[in-house]
Nanobody, 120 residues
Framework: QVQLVESGGGLVQPGGSLRLSCEAS????????MAWNRQAPGKQRELVAE???????NYADSVKGRFTISRDNAKNTMYLQMNSMKPEDTAVYYC??????????????WGQGTQVTVSS
């Protein structure tokens, strides 16, 4: 099948930076839109940023100008560069993507999440 695996989370001080990665593996023919979402304790999961297969991007207002989403289609990998981080960015970050399988189906997949904590 298909797996999405996030990496790069951790503890960072306010104003600092982190880079998250999301690598897809398995019976992949192609990957369409991908996105980063996050869920803070006691809050609903929210969209952080999304990117199409062609590279068009969209960001939540709360991260515009600070976060950058990108992808390397050759490596089936998506990234989230997070700069000028704030304590309110603390959350579990999840990647998800719509994947075209080798058998012709298109299915949505989620990663297991990676913890990001912004604290001094």
């Amino acid at each position: 099948q298909v797996q999405l695996v996030e990496s790069g989370g951790g503890l960072v001080q306010p104003g600092g930076s982190l880079r998250l990665s999301c690598e897809a593996s398995g019976s992949i023919f192609s990957i369409y839109a991908m996105a980063w979402n996050r869920q803070a304790p006691g809050k609903q999961r929210e969209l952080v940023a999304e990117i199409t297969s062609g590279g068009n991007t969209n960001y939540a207002d709360s991260v515009k100008g600070r976060f950058t989403i990108s992808r390397d289609n050759a490596k089936n990998t998506m990234y989230l560069q997070m700069n000028s981080m704030k304590p309110e960015d603390t959350a579990v970050y999840y990647c998800n993507g719509n994947v075209g399988l080798v058998d012709g189906r298109i299915r949505g997949y989620w990663g297991q999440g990676t913890q990001v904590t912004v604290s001094s």
